[in-house]
């Protein structure tokens, strides 16, 4: 099974509202496991 790396940048209303990540993300996650996707891992970094 191929796995995928995804690379994403905030944008300026996305800082903006940065508290509100957790919730996107689980919302991801829930749209990839419904698409037949597997969620391995999501990392934060900063710098």
Excluded: C, H
């Excluded at 209303?13 to 969620?39: C, F, H, L, T």
């Amino acid at each position: 099974m191929p796995v995928y790396i995804i690379l994403g940048n905030y944008t300026q209303q996305g800082i903006a509202n940065i508290k509100d990540s957790p919730k996107r993300r689980e919302a991801v996650k829930k749209m990839v496991e419904e698409a037949g996707g597997r969620w391995l891992a999501f990392y934060y970094t900063f710098g």
